[in-house]
């Protein structure tokens, strides 16, 4: 028999014709989806190097290197078989299984193939005459160093496996670990692979997604991706925070920016109070993860157009060192400048009538600025608190709880409204419950601060009875019934003895102060 015939004989097995059919027609299922034929190129590239170094091999044992020959032979054998068991891999799960509409994840396709390569390993050994059973009961230290170096691999795996069981995180999903958000591309035995906004596919192994604290971005079970996004900044302690938050707000409320949602509406949230400055958030829901960074600079622009429109300046990182040198002049002046906003404010209260220009900068000098937010208490109906309030800028509400009744709004006191002033006066519990209908600025006057007043003018306890009384005969009509207790009014002659008994005034010094 000639040389070639001799090779030709080793070569060609009766099995060889039925592979080169299967890997045709699997070739020509998988032509068909387009995505998959780099994947087919390679693979039929692999299967044909395979089926030349088994030739290779054939031709070097008909040439009488028999042991050299068979061994590669096998070994493109082996081989064949492998790029025969990928190639059908790829057909069943990229062609045959989307073709009948079913997209099984990526690593089922790879614990699948790995499954194959290790049958057709094992059956290879089988045939080469290997007892199995004797070599996994003879290789146990082997086996055990192997699993050893292989644990990183191993944690790889069965991280995959855990994530598609649990299904924490599926094909197409958003994520963000640590300082990476993308789009889920593939999840593989090993790896996954993110694709982020900067088009650039991030290889992530499964055992760091598994160790790692990871967030899905938006809801994977509704169609529309919704992300809140958190925009920073800073303005001064001097701007009211209702005043910051209603601007920023208003910023996005009237505005059309693109992928920015209008539910949830938008909102802002006074964050955090650092050295000199309030944080604020402005957040918003975004629509389209990938337009993250170019929405948070358009929601800016608007946020910086919005605060400069108020009057409002932000804050920049800065460090500023002031040197001023406060001579004994300067504070003079500064103290009676003070002063004489406070008594412009009690010459605008009815019951500091009577006082001297004198006597109102004394009791100017007493007072202590006093700023409530939207939604304070104030005073609270009961409480004894010995200080009364002057009110400079905002709104409050009075309210009065009525004995098994709900408690009701019974006023709304504006700019120039006092309240309190019976405790201050007679020391009796809080007639009703003043809150902060909008943030508030208020000047506070305790007992000590007029007690000096008084005490230098005695009469004046009998007028500030008369006009308390006729306050007090003022609220009764507000009132009505809505409170046995609270309409009982004293006049003017019992308010003049509270006032008398609370301050410790004498009643001889009292009206011979009058009589003079």
Not at 495 to 515: E, H, M, N, V
Request: glycine fraction near 6%.
């Amino acid at each position: 028999m000639s040389f070639a015939g001799a090779a030709w004989r080793v070569f060609w097995r009766d099995e060889m014709p039925y592979l080169i059919i299967a890997a045709a027609l699997l070739a020509l299922l998988l032509f068909s989806a387009r995505g998959e034929r780099k994947a087919l190129r390679n693979t039929l590239i692999f299967f044909v190097l395979c089926l030349a170094a088994e030739a290779a091999g054939s031709l070097v044992e008909a040439a009488g290197s028999e042991r050299a020959g068979a061994l590669v032979r096998s070994a493109a054998i082996v081989a064949t078989g492998l790029a025969l068991i990928h190639l059908a891999g790829l057909a069943v799960f990229r062609a045959a299984l989307p073709a009948a509409g079913l997209r099984p994840p990526r690593i089922a396709e790879d614990v699948v193939l790995v499954a194959g390569y290790v049958a057709w390993g094992m059956l290879r050994l089988r045939l080469a005459g290997m007892d199995l059973a004797s070599l996994v009961t003879t290789s146990a230290i082997i086996t055990a160093v192997a699993a050893f170096a292989m644990q990183d691999t191993l944690g790889n795996v069965l991280g995959g496996l855990f994530l598609e069981l649990d299904d924490s995180i599926s094909v197409g999903d958003w994520i963000r670990l640590d300082d990476l958000s993308g789009r889920v591309a593939e999840i593989r035995w090993r790896h996954t692979a993110v694709r982020n906004r900067n088009g650039e596919l991030v290889i992530i192994p499964n055992a760091t997604l598994i160790k790692s604290r990871f967030a899905v971005i938006g809801d994977p079970d509704s169609e529309e991706v919704r992300w809140r996004r958190w925009v920073w900044f800073e303005v001064d302690f001097d701007v009211p925070p209702a005043r910051v938050i209603a601007a920023a707000e208003q910023a996005l409320a009237g505005a059309e920016v693109p992928n920015v949602l209008r539910e949830p509406k938008p909102d802002c949230a006074l964050m955090d109070l650092t050295v000199g400055q309030a944080r604020y958030a402005l957040r918003y829901w975004l629509a389209d993860p990938r337009r993250d960074d170019g929405t948070d600079s358009t929601v800016r622009v608007h946020l910086l157009a919005a605060l400069e429109r108020s009057g409002i300046s932000p804050s920049l990182p800065k460090q500023v060192t002031y040197e001023v040198k406060e001579t004994e002049e300067r504070q003079v002046a500064k103290r009676a400048r003070e002063v004489e906003l406070r008594v412009r404010a009690l010459r605008g209260v009815d019951l500091f009538a009577p006082l001297s220009l004198e006597e109102l900068r004394s009791l100017a000098a007493s007072l202590v600025h006093a700023p409530f937010a939207a939604g304070d208490v104030i005073t609270r109906q009961g409480a004894v608190a010995h200080w009364l309030y002057v009110l400079l800028e905002g709104e409050a509400e009075v309210w009065v709880d009525a004995a098994g009744a709900p408690r009701s709004r019974v006023a709304t006191l504006g700019r120039g409204s006092i309240f309190g002033e019976m405790g201050m006066m007679t020391g009796e519990p809080r007639r009703a419950t003043v809150t902060a209908r909008t943030d508030v600025e208020c000047y506070r006057l305790d007992k000590a601060g007029f007690e000096e007043v008084l005490r230098a003018r005695p009469s004046l306890a009998e007028e500030m009875a008369r006009v308390l009384a006729a306050r007090a005969s003022g609220l009764r009509q507000v009132i009505k019934d809505a409170r046995a207790e609270a309409a009982s009014i004293p006049h003017s002659e019992s308010l003049l003895a509270r006032i008398r008994a609370f301050f410790a005034l004498d009643a001889g010094q009292s009206g011979s102060a009058r009589t003079a």
